[in-house]
């Protein structure tokens, strides 16, 4: 079976600061996604990566950057947490184009 | 660009009654369609897909989807539901070799 994992399943920060959020996936998967949800918005991507320290912008990148330095990890940083990033994070990887993505547990953030 | 309505933020039903979740999309080109169900507490997990082919697509756990271009839909449908089937349910849709764009999701509240 397919895993993916989250480094955390609950995080709670304070507005300023660092965050960062961890994702590995043990079937070497070439796509790694990192989706916020929020209710009644669904996921929203906010960036993906189609190779080591390959990534690309999703739908709202504003406040956050990834880095991929190894296959199987892909990691979404908050350079400096917002109230409004309070949200629950999902990471997802894929094989190829057409294949299905598999998503990890989430990870419910939350930044007082 | 290309957008995904879900029209039912929330559906209750009894147990063993039929469902239909409800999905529309907007695309300029032809897409791949998806259903993701989430448990409570967990990541999203494939229902099914349309790729191509039959515009009946059977799913895990009884359910199916029917692709209808004309009307731009992939409603989502179980002849019996459980207890179990109790979730958040996500369309999803995938223009090309482009990203999924998800729904809002609709909540599928079983009843005894």
């Known amino acids: 079976d397919v895993k993916v994992t989250q480094s955390s399943r609950y995080l709670v920060k304070r507005t300023g600061e660092k965050v960062f959020l961890e994702c590995v996936q043990d079937?070497?998967?070439?796509?790694m996604f990192w989706y916020r949800q929020d209710p009644g918005l669904g996921l929203r991507l906010i960036y993906f990566s189609y190779d080591v320290k390959m990534k690309e912008k999703g739908d709202i990148p504003e406040g956050y950057s990834v880095s991929r330095e190894k296959k199987e990890r892909f990691s979404l940083i908050l350079e400096s947490a917002s109230t409004n990033q309070t949200s629950m994070y999902l990471c997802?990887?894929?094989?190829?184009?057409?294949?299905?993505?598999?998503f990890g547990p989430g990870t419910r953030l939350t930044v007082t | 660009a290309q957008s995904v309505t879900q029209l039912d933020s929330q559906v209750p039903v009894f147990e063993e009654a039929p469902v239909e979740l409800r999905c529309n999309y907007s695309s300029s080109v032809s897409v791949y369609l998806f259903w993701y169900v989430q448990y409570p507490n967990q990541g999203l997990q494939l229902l099914l897909k349309y790729l191509s082919g039959s515009t009946l697509v059977k799913g895990i756990n009884g359910f199916e989807a029917e692709f209808n271009k004309s009307q731009t839909s992939f409603h989502l449908r179980k002849p019996s539901v459980h207890i179990s089937d109790t979730a958040e349910y996500f369309c999803?849709?995938?223009?090309?070799?482009?990203?999924?764009?998800f729904g809002g999701g609709t909540r599928l509240m079983v009843k005894p």
């Open positions: 997802a990887s894929s094989y190829g184009e057409l294949r299905e993505q598999y």
């Open positions: 999803a849709v995938r223009p090309g070799s482009n990203m999924l764009t």
């Open positions: 079937m070497d998967h070439e796509n």
